[in-house]
């Protein structure tokens, strides 16, 4: 088992920045990838950045150049580093980890909201 802890949403104006963090535990040392979706309301759950053991990251095109994914395995922390924020950006994100043997967790959720 993996439990997974976010924090660093909020309010945000347009073209602001937020930093996201997702602290694991349990069973950290089975973790594959670590990563970060998103959901906004009446869309689907859809990737955001993604970071594999090795380091190699995945970004959706919606956010490439903009946010940056990293992590951190002494503090077993994943980070979301999101600039240039748009209303688009709005949505709840989800710190999501896999495992050695594709077993998927899910943090509980936080608020992001880009608005003037």
């Known amino acids: 088992q993996v439990q997974l802890v976010e924090s660093g949403g909020g309010l945000v104006q347009p073209g602001g920045s937020l930093r996201l963090s997702c602290v694991a535990s349990?069973?950290?040392?089975?973790?594959?990838?670590m990563g970060w979706f998103r959901q906004a309301p009446g869309k689907e759950r859809e990737l955001v950045a993604r970071?594999?053991?090795?380091?190699?990251?995945y970004y959706a095109d919606s956010v490439k150049g903009r946010f940056t994914i990293s992590r951190d395995n002494a503090k077993n922390t994943v980070y979301l580093q999101m600039n240039n924020l748009n209303p688009e950006d709005t949505a709840a994100y989800y710190c999501?980890?896999?495992?050695?043997?594709?077993?998927?967790?899910w943090g509980q959720g936080i608020q992001v909201t880009v608005s003037s």
């Open positions: 999501s980890v896999r495992t050695a043997g594709a077993h998927d967790y």
């Open positions: 349990g069973s950290i040392f089975s973790i594959y990838a």
């Open positions: 970071i594999i053991s090795g380091g190699i990251t």
